[in-house]
């Protein structure tokens, strides 16, 4: 008779716990300092190729204009937001996430769908090898 068969492994990454920590806190405390009135915070992980690992913060905040998708990782940048309420920053945190990420092999992006439409981050990591 056959075992109980193995659950899948889930995706694991390979880093320093302690800035991969920093890194995540980072993009969540985006994602709740950047969203309005309503907070719903979706944090996922998922493997999209065999030597990667995805961390997924998505908002459904203040969005990010296309134009500074990328300029937002830019030590001290701050996007000047119009209709929403200005929050408090000092515009490194983005820099640090990014830093951490290079320093791991890794990279993250934004994407957006534009003012008010939310945001989502992606920690992209290389795979801890089984
Ligand atoms: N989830 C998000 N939704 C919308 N805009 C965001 C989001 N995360 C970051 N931003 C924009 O990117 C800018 C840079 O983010 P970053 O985390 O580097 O700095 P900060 O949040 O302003 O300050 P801190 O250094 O305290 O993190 C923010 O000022 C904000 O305009
Ligand atoms: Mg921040």
Not at 41 to 56: E, K
Not at 66 to 93: E, N, S, W
Not at 103 to 115: D, I, L, T
Request: no cysteine; glycine share 10%.
């Amino acid at each position: 008779m056959r075992g109980p068969r193995a659950l899948p492994a889930p995706p694991s990454g390979r880093g320093d716990a302690e800035e991969l920590r920093t890194s995540i806190t980072n993009l969540v405390d985006n994602a709740v300092k950047y969203s309005t009135d309503v907070v719903r915070i979706t944090v996922a992980v998922a493997a999209p190729s065999p030597d990667s690992v995805w961390v997924r913060v998505q908002d459904r905040g203040v969005g990010i204009p296309r134009k500074q998708l990328k300029r937002i990782f830019r030590r001290f940048y701050r996007v000047q937001t119009r209709g929403f309420k200005q929050v408090k920053g000092t515009g490194l945190g983005l820099y640090i996430v990014r830093s951490i990420a290079h320093a791991h092999g890794g990279r993250v992006f934004a994407q957006s769908e534009g003012e008010g439409r939310g945001a989502t981050f992606t920690l992209e990591l290389p795979r801890l090898a089984s």
